[in-house]
């Protein structure tokens, strides 16, 4: 278990953490968080600190590639828990959301639609010993999601003061750069998914 794989264990575990901060009743077992307003805009501390793990995770998400990139420590096994921890970190979030109503249920079932078909690319390219690079356009869902992500957490602060939805814009940017990324990988590994068939 190297330092990358040690970092990806770690988002897993704050994945699991996160979901069932946002999920379990606490009322039941009287626990109650408490709440301020800021600038009339009321804050459950909750959401704060559920933000606050989702940051941490998503830096340990940064550093466990660059590590293992610029050190040669990629294994089959990080490669696999990477894509775990990924998912279940960003997916599960926006499945709650959308189950609590912040979000409308579009967005996750494009991107998870989205997830599930790139994914199936690559493993089929894997099979045939090709290897699929991450492309511009995946990059820049990713990095759109994460923000959006963030600022539903943090109540769309400071945007919400000037009544902007900037948080709403990212996750939709995102959705929709998610398609785009879907149609280019599999234009781009089209050939290697329907190989023709020599005479």
Excluded: C, Q, W
């Excluded at 009339?40 to 559920?50: C, E, P, R, S, T």
């Excluded at 279940?88 to 494009?110: D, E, M, Q, T």
């Amino acid at each position: 278990m190297n330092l990358p794989n040690k970092l990806t264990v770690t988002r897993i575990i704050l994945s699991v953490v996160l979901i069932i901060l946002l999920l379990f009743p606490f009322y039941a077992i009287g626990i109650e968080f408490p709440s301020f307003v800021v600038s009339g805009i009321k804050i459950d501390l909750k959401n704060v600190i559920a933000g606050i793990i989702f940051i941490i995770a998503s830096i340990t998400d940064f550093f466990d590639g660059r590590i293992a990139r610029k050190y040669n420590l990629i294994t089959d096994t990080g490669k696999m828990l990477d894509a775990i921890a990924d998912k279940l970190l960003v997916n599960s979030v926006l499945i709650i959301f959308s189950a609590l109503g912040y979000i409308n249920a579009i967005i996750p079932v494009v991107i998870i639609t989205r997830d599930t078909v790139v994914n199936a690319i690559k493993m089929e390219a894997a099979a045939k010993g090709k290897v699929v690079a991450a492309i511009k356009s995946g990059k820049i869902k990713t990095a759109s999601l994460m923000v959006g992500i963030v600022l539903m957490f943090f109540y769309n602060l400071p945007f919400e003061l000037i009544n902007i939805r900037v948080d709403l814009f990212f996750l939709y940017f995102a959705t929709i750069m998610s398609l785009i990324s879907m149609v280019e990988y599999f234009t781009m590994n089209k050939k290697i998914i329907f190989p023709k068939k020599e005479d």
